[in-house]
């Protein structure tokens, strides 16, 4: 089994930053693509950015020039770099994983439990 852990998260003032991690551990053969989401009270969950394998990079246009994704795959380790935040970039933050657990299998999408992100003066 696999397990993502994020980590990183916290309370900071507007126009701060913060670097978010999430490392995944256990047995699996590979790791695809890699992705931070976020969700607001009561909003839904949205995708915040991606980054493939070969490190191509997407982001939501809320986040871009202000947020970079990273991946470290020596670690099995995404980054999500944050900067300029705003008080609407509060919310609690996932990464998920395409997880392949063995040579020939279909990969499968594993979540994080997810890290808590305030910014507030």
């Known amino acids: 089994q696999v397990q993502l852990v994020e980590s990183g998260g916290g309370l900071v003032q507007p126009g701060g930053s913060l670097r978010l991690s999430c490392a995944a551990s256990g047995s699996f053969f590979s790791i695809h693509a890699m992705r931070w989401y976020r969700q607001a009270p009561g909003k839904e969950r949205e995708l915040v950015a991606a980054i493939t394998s070969g490190s191509t990079t997407i982001y939501a246009d809320s986040v871009k020039g202000r947020f970079t994704i990273s991946r470290d795959n020596a670690k099995n380790t995404v980054y999500l770099q944050m900067n300029s935040l705003k008080p609407e970039d509060t919310a609690v933050y996932y990464c998920?994983?395409?997880?392949?657990?063995?040579?020939?299998?279909?990969?499968?999408?594993?979540w994080g439990q997810g890290t808590q992100v305030t910014v507030s003066s």
């Open positions: 998920n994983a395409d997880v392949r657990g063995y040579v020939g299998s279909y990969p499968t999408l594993r």
